[in-house]
C-alpha cells in the first residue's frame, strides 16, 4: 500500500489483539468467547479489501518481561513468537499494516498516530477483542 493512494475515503480499519495468545487454546491467555467474534472481523476485512479501505493491525508485542501488561498478566506474546502472531483465520495481507504495542494504549509510544495521519484517516473503524479497555486507552 503506498501512502499517496492508500485512503481516498478517508476510513481506516484497525484490528486490535487479534492473536494467537488470546484466542488459541494454547494461548497463556485464552478468551474462548473471543472467538465469537472471528466471523465479523472476516466480513469487515472482506468488506475493506473490496473498498480499497487500509487497514492497519494493533498488536501487543512485548520485549521481555519488564513490559507494564507482562507485570499483570504474566509474559505473553513475547514479539517474534507464535502468541504475539495474528490468527490464520484473520492474517494480515500484504497490504494491511502492522503497529506493535507493548502497553493497553495503541498510540503510546507506537507509530500508530502517524500511520492514521499518513493514511489521511478521518474515521477509524475498531474491532477485535478488549476494545473496551484498547480504545480506553487509544
Known amino acids: 500500500m503506498t501512502v499517496e493512494n492508500a485512503n481516498k475515503k478517508g476510513i481506516t480499519i484497525l484490528v486490535i489483539d487479534m492473536l494467537n495468545e488470546y484466542l488459541d487454546s494454547k494461548g497463556k491467555i485464552y478468551c474462548p468467547e473471543c472467538r465469537e467474534i472471528i466471523p465479523n472481523i472476516r466480513k469487515l476485512l472482506e468488506f475493506a479489501k ?16 519488564k513490559d507494564p501488561e507482562t507485570e499483570k498478566w504474566g509474559v505473553h506474546a513475547l514479539r517474534g513468537s507464535w502468541g504475539a502472531e495474528v490468527i490464520p483465520e484473520l492474517k494480515p495481507s500484504e497490504n494491511d499494516l502492522i503497529v506493535y504495542k507493548r502497553t493497553y494504549d495503541g498510540f503510546y509510544n507506537t507509530e500508530l498516530e502517524i500511520t492514521l495521519r499518513s493514511l489521511e484517516t478521518q474515521t477509524v473503524v475498531t474491532c477485535g477483542i478488549h476494545t473496551h479497555v484498547k480504545k480506553q486507552k487509544t
Not at 473490496?50 to 518481561?65: A, F, G, Q, R
Open 50 to 65: 473490496n473498498k480499497e479501505l487500509p487497514v492497519v493491525y494493533v498488536n501487543t508485542s512485548h520485549i521481555n518481561d
